[in-house]
């Protein structure tokens, strides 16, 4: 079975930092590009940040760029979220999601659907 | 202010047909880009609906459809149901912002 699941959300104060992760299971991994959604508390979904296949290229949304880090590590089929310098607009639930991703020949990268959603894992920004 | 624009809500009785937009501009739907359709019911994780404009994923029932046209998207569902009840979002690629959602629909099957 096709599988993502988070851990790592809790409690942390505004400027501090935390670090959410994915594991993944049932596809092979390292053929994915990866990606990380969130959704704050009565509010509608917001792409955060996405890696290739083999961590070499990122993106993430400018809210959170210099104070966000997606990383991977293939050997152990996960991916990960450093969150720093956090503030309360970055509390919610995180999903971690498998992307459909077409790259140019020119290098541009392409997003498409999101076919695969973890179950989410809360952040919560205290003050 | 979400960049892709859907009303807030919908509703509908069971068996009714019901429509969910999803308006855009010239920097995601119409410059081509697919839109993809995902439900989310409260206090679980999104689902992917309708990819691709109007593919449905294994599952999905064929009541649910999707379309695209200009700089708009929408999605159809046919005889309504209470599980439909649900958070509809709708997705696209933009030029400058790479992914962008809509704010999300609230369907209500009364």
């Known amino acids: 079975e096709v599988q993502l699941v988070e851990s790592g959300g809790g409690l942390v104060q505004r400027g501090g930092s935390l670090r959410v992760a994915c594991g993944a299971s049932?596809?092979?991994?390292?053929?994915?590009?990866m990606t990380w959604v969130r959704q704050a508390p009565g509010k509608g979904l917001q792409w955060v940040a996405s890696?290739?296949?083999?961590?070499?290229?990122?993106h993430y949304v400018d809210s959170v760029k210099g104070r966000f880090t997606i990383s991977r590590d293939n050997a152990g089929n996960s991916v990960f979220l450093q969150m720093n310098s956090v503030t309360a607009d970055d509390s919610g639930v995180y999903y971690c999601?498998?992307?459909?991703?077409?790259?140019?020949?020119?290098?541009?990268?392409?997003?498409?659907?999101?076919?695969?959603w973890g179950k989410g894992t809360t952040v919560t920004v205290s003050s | 202010q979400s960049v892709l624009t859907q009303p807030p809500s919908v509703s509908g009785a069971p068996g009714q047909r019901v429509t969910i937009s999803c308006t855009g501009s010239?920097?995601?739907?119409?410059?081509?880009?697919?839109v993809h359709w995902y439900q989310q019911i409260p206090g679980t994780a999104p689902k992917l609906l309708i990819f691709?404009?109007?593919n449905r994923p294994s599952g999905v029932p064929d009541r649910f459809s999707g379309s695209k046209s200009g700089t708009s998207a929408s999605l159809v569902i046919t005889g309504l149901q209470a599980e439909d009840e649900a958070d509809y979002y709708c997705?696209?690629?933009?030029?400058?912002?790479?992914?962008?959602f809509g704010g999300g629909t609230r369907l209500t099957v009364l």
């Open positions: 999601a498998r992307p459909s991703v077409a790259v140019a020949s020119s290098g541009l990268v392409f997003y498409h659907y999101m076919d695969v």
């Open positions: 049932g596809f092979t991994f390292t053929k994915y590009w």
């Open positions: 890696i290739n296949q083999d961590g070499s290229e990122e």
């Open positions: 010239m920097s995601n739907i119409g410059t081509g880009y697919d």
């Open positions: 691709r404009n109007s």
């Open positions: 997705q696209s690629y933009d030029i400058s912002l790479r992914v962008v």
